[in-house]
């Protein structure tokens, strides 16, 4: 069966626009994660959904990221105003379910901002 | 402050070799300890895993050493293969969950032919 998949696999924007990320996870799958992953760095959580619990946002750096999920389906990350150091990649990975050990990533969406 | 430090940055092996990549934690509740093998352009990988119950995991070529009261980890690989270049990053949590993986910074493995 298909993958995470994610799109744009690239997005290039100006500073102070808004983007918008789309994740689509694994049919099935009802936890969905959101990672940032910067040039040479390891991976950064960003925020958890599971099923239609409340999502944990601990991981969002600021009131300029959020995110939203529609049941145990599609997933966009949204990033206003962006900024130059919000370049990063940006990774979607699902899980069965909040137990379950085995993530499954996306191949991400590159965000350059100029 | 982060959590999981992973060295070395960079590797490079020849084929046939062992690379060995370290990573050393802090937070002693974690109990989940996977490995992560991310190709240029794709999404990260698991490749292993192992509880803190045991101190060796083995599997095909690829063994994850567990020191506990050092609150070390490492990734073995044997017999090294071009094939292998990637970059490889590990990881723990808490709970034995896959929720909230706290990475490092990752390793960037080349296997020479």
């Known amino acids: 069966g298909a993958g995470v998949s994610q799109s744009p696999s690239n997005k290039v924007t100006e500073k102070g626009k808004d983007v918008e990320l789309r994740c689509d996870p694994i049919?099935?799958?009802?936890?969905l994660y959101w990672y940032r992953q910067r040039l040479g760095q390891g991976l950064e959580f960003l925020i958890y959904?599971?099923?239609?619990?409340?999502?944990?946002k601990s991981g969002l750096p600021s009131d300029r990221f959020s995110a939203e999920r529609t049941g145990e389906s599609v997933s966009t990350l949204t990033i206003q105003r962006t900024q130059q150091e919000d370049s990063a990649v940006y990774l979607c990975?699902?899980?069965?379910?909040?137990?379950?050990?085995?993530?499954?990533f996306g191949p991400g969406t590159r965000l350059t901002v100029l | 402050q982060q959590q999981v430090k992973q060295s070395p940055q960079s590797l490079i092996v020849q084929k046939g070799g062992i690379s060995i990549i370290n990573c050393a934690y802090e937070?002693?509740?974690?109990?989940?300890f996977p490995w992560y093998q991310q190709f240029p352009g794709k999404g990260p990988a698991l490749l292993i895993a192992?509880?803190?119950?045991?101190s060796e995991k083995k599997e095909g070529r690829f063994t994850i050493s567990f020191n506990k009261s050092a609150k070390q980890f490492s990734l073995h690989i044997m017999d090294s293969q071009p094939g292998d270049s990637a970059t490889y990053f590990c990881?723990?949590?808490?709970?034995?969950?896959?929720?909230?993986?706290?990475f490092g910074s990752g390793t960037q493995l080349t296997v020479l032919p």
């Open positions: 990975a699902s899980s069965l379910q909040t137990s379950a050990d085995t993530q499954y």
């Open positions: 959904f599971q099923g239609n619990s409340a999502p944990d």
């Open positions: 192992i509880r803190p119950d045991v």
């Open positions: 049919s099935g799958h009802t936890a």
């Open positions: 937070n002693t509740a974690f109990d989940y």
């Open positions: 990881a723990a949590t808490i709970g034995g969950s896959a929720r909230q993986l706290t």
